[in-house]
């Protein structure tokens, strides 16, 4: 059954940056030089402020901390 956009919008993402830099032991500063993203704009998308992400970005990201975007990113269904 196809999703409407309201129920699409009430789903909620989940970012796990926090933890996978962690487990890399890798700064946001460091990651920030490694993928080309502000500090800035790595941290509203850490703190789930942001409101979109580009797949350039996604893509760096996971190859930096060497993850799969599943392991980023959670999405959860209300």
Same mark, same amino acid.
């Given at each position: 059954m196809a999703k409407t956009r309201k129920q699409a919008e009430e789903a909620l993402i989940v970012c796990? @940056?926090?933890? !996978? !830099?962690?487990n890399a032991d890798v700064t946001l500063t460091e990651l920030s030089k490694r993928v080309d993203v502000s500090v800035v704009n790595l941290s509203l998308l850490k703190n789930g402020h942001a409101k979109a992400i580009r797949f350039t970005? @996604?893509?760096?990201?996971?190859h930096a901390l060497e993850c799969d975007v599943g392991d @980023? !990113?959670?999405v959860y269904r209300s």
């Open positions: 796990h @940056l926090d933890e !996978l !830099l962690k970005t @996604l893509r760096a990201i996971c @980023l !990113l959670t």
